[in-house]
């Protein structure tokens, strides 16, 4: 969930629309620069966010250190309401969620929720640089073993 995780569309409101999104793009994760506790660091992930309508489609695709591949996808808007998460969970339990929420923080950043059974299990939040090249994901919450799990996520604009 990464993130997400993994978790993704920053200046997204009825108003201005998911075309503003400085998250749009794909993301290739820099598993270097990245921090996963506990692990393990999946070998790659590649996070797609296009914009859909007043909403975000976002899409998380990563190869595990055992070679099995995970990925999740949801479409939400920035208006803090439960939307469906669906995907194969990580190891570690990250997409152990069934829903997601979002709420834009500013231009640039904006935060997740992710709920099993309707209890969150998961925060993240996300941020582009300033020149738009860098996303970084910040994730705390709960894996599947009921064991705190705290990430920070760099990826690299592709």
């Known amino acids: 969930m990464i993130l997400a995780a993994l978790l993704p569309s920053l200046s997204l409101s009825a108003a201005s629309g998911a075309q503003d999104n400085p998250a749009a793009g794909t993301w290739k994760l820099n598993v270097e620069k990245s921090k996963f506790s506990p692990g ?5 992930a590649k ?4 914009a ?3 909403s975000v489609k976002t899409s998380y695709e990563a190869i595990e250190g055992d070679d099995s591949h995970t990925g999740y996808e949801y479409t939400a808007a920035m208006d803090g309401k439960d939307n469906p998460l669906t995907g194969t969970a990580r190891p570690d339990g990250l997409v152990g969620a069934e829903t997601v929420a979002l709420r834009r923080n500013n231009g640039r950043s904006y935060g997740a929720m992710f709920k099993k059974s309707g209890k969150a299990v998961m925060t993240n939040m996300t ?3 300033k020149d738009g ?3 970084t994901l910040v994730v705390n919450g709960v894996n599947s ?3 705190p799990l705290t990430l920070m996520t760099v990826w690299e604009k592709q």
Request: proline letters at 10%; a neutral charge; hydrophobic letters at 35%.
């Open 145 to 147: 073993k009921d064991q």
């Open 40 to 44: 393990p660091a999946p070998k790659s």
């Open 52 to 54: 859909a309508g007043e």
């Open 47 to 50: 996070l797609v966010i296009e």
């Open 127 to 129: 941020t582009v640089s």
């Open 133 to 135: 090249k860098t996303l």
